[in-house]
């Protein structure tokens, strides 16, 4: 039976009561799969560290089992929620295809540009653009280097052109060859294919989209540079394309602008290489499935051009660079054929040349006339001459040293130099070991040996690598932006402002975090080596000391390790450059972002889900309402998992048992608090109810605030109320999703805790309150605070706060959630007393050390108030003194009114009380007194009788109380409490 | 000086064979990589190796077999099954055919060295 068949029936009695459970069941087994969903994505993200080893085989069961969990959730939502987001599941099922596209599975990159202008590109974008020209854009945009104008055509141009190849006739066997396919089928595709677009090449036929596109873009440079001529390059997706492709026109020069068309389908034939096809079958991969996307850049009038590599990988202690360069064209240099001049230059300032050896340079290429580059002999004079002057090594020395410090890696650097003297960036690629180095130097496993061992296997690897410079303890630090461009942050906690030091430091090491949480998903993605958990990094290490963090076998030594440095610097392949590592993190793009964050605005939406996580996060808070908004109807028979809490303080909380949060057998609509099974809320209820978080009393007025503290939800006749805006609580063992409704404060808390930390998480929301704007931002700002205090990442607009906390362990999961107990209670009357900015930091501090009652006497009143107590029967004065001084008052007593106004004249006193029948000058007389001497005391009259003219004279002393005799020791203390409070703030006005 | 510990690897999915090697190495051990059963098995023949570290799933000659020979022809020789595909039956089957441990993908690259560390510095006798 369905429940659409269930939801038609009659609505009524025991068949609503068991498709109320049936839906409980199905919105637990959507927990649970949001929870998996959760998971997977904490465990992919873990890999981005570095420190494990999977292959293609992990990211195709990962896509699948992301999908199949995902897909339980919307279905289990729709289930809940009477198929009322059909347009999730497209949403959904449209993620799932991005990626597969990026598993390679899927042909189609998705609405992409075709061009990009060089100015557009950066490292981010080597899956648009390719490796060579991202690291091109990189350099040009980011590090400030001077390269050659030009643009893009992106691989997405080259898929257009591929589906159009797709749609030729013939091609079709060639194009869908399996990774498993015979090595002579795959020698036949590569020919065929590359008969085939040789001919397309002679008729320039591309895809009218991307011809039109190449066009414009070539026309643009001509208008900037006259005469141009380009240089047209591949730029293959992942760096392994690049060296299999060995021997074939990748790089065609001096193409004039008619024939750029023309050279660009040249390039791309090199897919098609039997070398490229293999490469990707021996990976697995379709062999006729790559992409390529390839640079057109303004040839530069080289004057002189060559390559750098900034270490000598065979001798990288000797900190020095070498440089080879020839007339003309770098082409010389790379080819090898013509005599070159070398250098080997200081890494350090100033560059000198430590040694040269000027070649005999009879050739050089240059630009022919009508298109292309020929090989032309160099004018005698010149032959000897050197290429390059030491001003111009130094210059390129300079520049060269600022890109390896910006990727972090030694380089191969193409370089030329133009006639008028200007050096340009062609090219930059992570520098290659020569083949026969020797083993000895990536041999390192004798260096604790020589070096002193700082930290050895402590915590968590967050981010692979390797980082040598200096420690900042940064809990030291009042300000974390002037830090020394070598620093390593190491710190206690792994706090979110961190996260902003971290783009220029060299490493972060904490005493508390872990490999999955904020702080490592953000090193993960600044590439900064981390370690995280140590629990004594910030007992061990010293502020300034100079370290070498070896983030890969996890160990900090002391000093400078040389071995290490440069065994990090000539690591051509790292991690981050494998295939698996980036099609792991362009997936992940698809998966792991939360774009949709308040449940309540208007952007939380099923199409605004563009992850798997929007889906999810949407989902569940959908699924949430779907099962609440039951209880918002008037139906009855349902009450049998509904029950109404008791709790100690005056709050009235409607619990909804999603199945095992309460114990078994619960008979009543009411269960007190010890039969709540629910963790999250037993951890909730704590802090709400603890000592002091809910006052008694009336709150402190201030009479210029306005508090309403309608903490009960009205008339409750049953379980059921006709509001929907209830206090409310699902509740489950593991999980807690709570609405309440305090006065005019919204919360909602939403909560999974269990013993995989992985899945926990909490969110809250807070919004609303009754004063005037300025109050509930800062009240805004007090929960802010606090919240980020305990590792909360929270966002703020106006007066609504929104903080999440994920993946922290069962055990800090329940404190944060005792926590959250007592911020709910706190902020309860929080409004009124944040009457200026001051008393933010007040009552954030006040929170912070336990002391709930920031309204309570002893912080409204830092001095003790002063009260003088008049009456002729001494009887009186001393049980009035007694009870006064019991409360806290300091407390003097005269029997005589003469005596007092003679005391008067000594001292100020806050408050007075007498009695208005006294013998010489009477109660009147002192309050006539008084008001002459001094306007801030206060006045309470005692009387036994109160005569209209005596009420009169008085009142117009503003006298604060009448008190009639006999009266009741509380109500002179009530009186006292509010003159002495009054004594004090017009006191404290004078003051400032 | 001690003399290097020798490691083959074999595995199916280059990425595995590069990263486990330069961490190996690193470590200090001399590494030869493969990507197919038979290259290893002849490898064997000609020159002794510490451990072997092997993929399951391998086109014929698959993972175990490549294992079973080691037993018979170099003893001595210690094994590490890693796979993608664990389940308890593959688990039981790789430590009954004499497998030293058996680790699923995919896998912190500090766990298979420190096991190989582990299962060589015994060997020192």
Same mark, same amino acid.
């Given at each position: 039976m369905t429940f659409v068949g269930r939801i038609v029936g009659r609505y009524r009695g025991a068949d609503a009561l068991r498709l109320l459970q049936e839906k409980h069941q199905r919105f637990r087994e959507v927990i649970d799969e949001n929870n998996r969903v959760l998971e997977l994505i904490a465990d992919a993200e873990e890999k981005l560290s570095g420190e494990y080893i999977f292959g293609r085989q992990y990211l195709k069961s990962l896509a699948d089992k992301l999908a199949q969990s995902t897909r339980s959730v919307v279905y289990g939502l729709n289930a809940i929620a009477d198929n009322r987001y059909p347009e999730l599941v497209n949403g959904l099922e449209a993620i799932g295809a991005e990626v597969q596209v990026i598993l390679g599975e899927r042909r189609s990159a998705p609405g992409a540009k075709l061009i990009l202008p060089l100015q557009e590109t950066n490292g981010d974008l080597a899956d648009v653009v390719g490796q060579k020209m991202a690291r091109l854009g990189e350099l040009r945009n980011k590090a400030g280097c001077r390269t050659p104008e030009g643009f893009v055509v992106s691989a997405a141009a080259c898929q257009r052109f591929l589906d159009q190849l797709a749609e030729a006739a013939d091609l079709q066997r060639w194009l869908d060859l399996p990774p498993d396919c015979e090595e002579s089928a795959l020698e036949q595709a590569a020919a065929g294919l590359k008969e085939y677009l040789a001919r397309a090449r002679s008729r320039a036929r591309l895809p009218e989209e991307v011809a039109r596109a190449i066009h414009a873009a070539v026309a643009t440079l001509g208008k900037e540079h006259e005469g141009v001529t380009l240089a047209v390059r591949s730029s293959a997706l992942d760096e392994d394309g690049e060296l299999s492709f060995a021997g074939q026109h990748r790089s065609l020069l001096g193409v004039t602008p008619d024939r750029a068309a023309r050279a660009y389908?040249?390039?791309?034939?090199?897919? /098609?290489?039997?070398?490229? %096809?293999?490469?990707?079958?021996?990976?697995?991969?379709?062999?006729?499935?790559?992409?390529?996307?390839?640079?057109?850049?303004?040839?530069?009038?080289?004057?002189?051009?060559?390559?750098?590599?900034? =270490? +000598?990988?065979?001798?990288?202690?000797?900190?020095?660079? =070498?440089?080879?360069?020839?007339?003309? @064209?770098?082409?010389?240099?790379? $080819?090898?054929?013509?005599?070159?001049?070398?250098?080997?230059?200081?890494?350090?300032?100033?560059?000198?040349?430590?040694? !040269?050896?000027?070649?005999?340079?009879?050739? %050089? /290429?240059?630009?022919?006339?009508?298109?292309?580059?020929?090989?032309?002999?160099?004018?005698?004079?010149?032959?000897?001459?050197?290429?390059?002057?030491?001003?111009?090594?130094?210059?390129?020395?300079?520049?060269?040293?600022?890109?390896?410090?910006?990727?972090? !890696?030694?380089?191969?650097?193409?370089?030329?130099?133009?006639?008028?003297?200007?050096?340009?960036?062609?090219?930059?690629?992570?520098?290659?070991?020569?083949?026969?180095?020797?083993?000895?130097?990536?041999?390192?496993?004798?260096?604790? +040996?020589? /070096?002193?061992?700082?930290?050895?296997? !402590?915590?968590?690897?967050?981010?692979?690598?390797?980082?040598?410079?200096?420690?900042?303890?940064v809990d030291q630090r009042p300000q974390l932006d002037k830090l020394p461009d070598d620093a390593i942050l190491v710190a206690r906690y792994s706090r979110p402002v961190l996260a902003a030091a971290m783009t220029s430091a060299r490493a972060v090491i904490t005493d508390v975090g872990t490999a999955t949480g904020h702080l490592a998903t953000i090193a993960r993605e600044l590439c900064v080596p981390a370690l995280m958990d140590t629990e004594i990094a910030t007992q061990v290490l010293r502020d300034g000391d100079e370290i070498t963090v070896d983030a890969e076998e996890n160990i900090i030594y002391q000093g400078h390790v040389d071995e290490l440095i440069h065994y990090n610097l000539l690591n051509d392949r790292s991690y981050r450059d494998t295939p698996e590592f980036r099609l792991l993190q362009r997936m992940l793009r698809k998966i792991a972002p939360l774009h949709l964050k308040d449940p309540a605005s208007s952007h939380f939406s099923a199409n605004n889900c563009s992850t798997y996580h929007d889906v999810i996060r949407f989902a569940h808070e959908k699924a949430v309402e779907a099962l609440t908004e039951n209880y918002a109807l008037k139906a009855p028979g349902l009450g049998r998992s509904a029950f109404r809490l008791e709790l100690p303080v005056p709050l009235d909380l409607l619990l909804i048992d999603l199945g095992d949060g309460l114990v078994e057998g619960v008979a009543d609509q009411s269960v007190v608090v010890r039969q709540v099974v629910s963790a999250p809320l037993r951890a909730l209820l704590d802090g709400l109810t603890a000592?002091?978080?809910?006052?008694?009393?009336?709150?402190?007025?201030?009479?210029?605030?306005?508090?309403?503290?309608?903490?009960?939800?009205?008339?409750?006749?049953?379980?059921?109320?006709?509001?929907? #805006?209830?206090?409310?609580?699902?509740?489950?063992?593991?999980?807690?999703?709570?609405?309440?409704?305090?006065?005019?404060?919204?919360?909602?808390?939403?909560c999974y805790m269990a013993e995989q930390r992985n899945a926990n998480f909490i969110h809250f929301r807070f919004a609303g309150g009754v004063t005037e704007m300025t109050r509930r931002e800062r009240r805004a700002e007090v929960l802010q605070r606090i919240l980020e205090q305990h590792g909360f990442l929270v966002e703020r607009k106006g007066d609504l706060v929104i903080g999440s906390v994920k993946k922290i362990s069962q055990d800090a999961m329940v404190e944060?959630?005792? %926590?959250?107990? !007592?911020?709910?209670?706190?902020?309860?009357?929080?409004?009124?007393? @944040?009457?200026?900015?001051?008393?933010?930091?007040?009552?954030?501090?006040?929170?912070?050390?336990?002391?709930?009652?920031?309204?309570?006497?002893?912080?409204?009143?830092?001095?003790?108030?002063?009260?003088?107590?008049?009456?002729?029967?001494?009887?009186?004065?001393?049980?009035?003194?007694?009870?006064?001084?019991?409360?806290?008052?300091?407390? $003097?007593?005269?029997?005589?009114?003469? #005596?007092?106004?003679?005391?008067?004249?000594?001292?100020?006193?806050?408050?007075?009380?007498?009695?208005?029948?006294?013998?010489?000058?009477?109660?009147?007389?002192?309050?006539?007194?008084?008001?002459?001497?001094?306007?801030?005391?206060?006045?309470?009259?005692?009387?036994?009788?109160?005569?209209?003219?005596?009420?009169?004279?008085? #009142?117009?002393?503003?006298?604060?109380?009448?008190?009639?005799?006999?009266?009741?020791?509380? #109500?002179?203390?009530?009186?006292?409490?509010?003159?002495?409070?009054?004594?004090?703030?017009?006191?404290?006005?004078?003051?400032? | 000086m001690k003399a290097k510990r020798r490691v083959i690897i074999l595995d199916d999915e280059a990425i595995v064979c590069e990263r486990l090697?330069?961490?190996?190495?690193?470590?200090?051990?001399?590494?030869?990589?493969?990507?197919?059963?038979?290259?290893?098995?002849?490898?064997?023949?000609?020159?002794?190796?510490?451990?072997?570290v092997t993929d399951l799933k391998m086109r014929k000659p698959d993972g175990l077999e490549v294992m079973s020979f080691v037993k018979e022809h170099s003893p001595s020789t210690k094994v590490i099954i890693v796979t993608g595909f664990a389940t308890v039956e593959t688990a039981t089957k790789a430590l009954k055919g004499g497998a030293v441990d058996f680790i699923a993908k995919p896998f912190k690259i500090s766990r298979l060295r420190d096991l190989i560390i582990k299962i060589t510095s015994g060997q020192d006798e």
């Open positions: 389908l040249e390039v791309l034939a090199s897919l /098609y290489s039997v070398e490229a %096809m293999r490469y990707r079958r021996n990976n697995n991969m379709p062999p006729a499935g790559g992409l390529m996307a390839v640079g057109c850049l303004c040839m530069v009038e080289a004057r002189a051009a060559g390559v750098l590599y900034t =270490l +000598d990988p065979g001798q990288p202690q000797n900190d020095v660079m =070498l440089v080879t360069a020839s007339h003309g @064209l770098g082409k010389i240099v790379v $080819e090898g054929t013509g005599g070159t001049d070398r250098f080997v230059l200081g890494r350090r300032q100033p560059h000198e040349v430590v040694s !040269r050896s000027l070649g005999r340079k009879e050739w %050089m /290429y240059a630009p022919r006339p009508g298109g292309g580059v020929h090989k032309v002999r160099v004018p005698p004079d010149r032959v000897g001459a050197p290429s390059i002057g030491d001003a111009k090594l130094a210059e390129l020395a300079a520049t060269a040293l600022r890109i390896e410090k910006h990727m972090k !890696r030694a380089q191969d650097i193409e370089w030329a130099l133009d006639e008028q003297g200007e050096l340009y960036v062609l090219q930059a690629r992570p520098l290659r070991i020569a083949p026969r180095d020797t083993l000895g130097e990536r041999d390192l496993s004798g260096i604790a +040996d020589r /070096y002193p061992v700082l930290l050895s296997g !402590r915590g968590e690897v967050a981010c692979r690598g390797i980082a040598h410079g200096h420690v900042c303890l000592e002091g978080i809910w006052s008694r009393g009336p709150a402190d007025m201030d009479l210029d605030g306005f508090m309403s503290s309608a903490t009960r939800s009205g008339d409750l006749t049953g379980p059921l109320a006709a509001r929907p #805006q209830l206090n409310l609580a699902l509740v489950s063992a593991n999980y807690l999703n709570l609405n309440l409704k305090l006065g005019y404060h919204f919360n909602t808390v939403d944060r959630m005792q %926590m959250i107990g !007592r911020l709910i209670g706190y902020t309860r009357q929080l409004d009124i007393s @944040l009457r200026d900015d001051g008393r933010v930091e007040q009552l954030i501090n006040s929170f912070m050390r336990g002391e709930y009652s920031p309204l309570s006497r002893r912080t409204e009143m830092q001095a003790r108030a002063e009260i003088l107590v008049l009456d002729d029967e001494s009887i009186v004065c001393e049980r009035l003194s007694d009870y006064l001084e019991n409360e806290g008052y300091l407390v $003097e007593t005269l029997g005589d009114s003469q #005596q007092a106004i003679d005391r008067l004249r000594q001292k100020r006193f806050d408050v007075v009380i007498t009695d208005l029948k006294m013998k010489g000058p009477t109660g009147l007389d002192i309050v006539h007194f008084i008001r002459q001497q001094d306007q801030h005391t206060q006045m309470i009259i005692i009387t036994g009788y109160a005569t209209m003219e005596a009420a009169r004279d008085a #009142q117009y002393c503003e006298v604060v109380d009448f008190i009639h005799k006999p009266f009741h020791l509380d #109500q002179l203390g009530a009186a006292v409490k509010k003159a002495a409070k009054k004594a004090a703030r017009l006191r404290k006005h004078v003051d400032q | 090697k330069a961490a190996l190495e690193k470590s200090g051990f001399y590494v030869e990589t493969y990507e197919q059963s038979q290259q290893v098995i002849d490898r064997i023949r000609e020159h002794k190796f510490d451990v072997l």
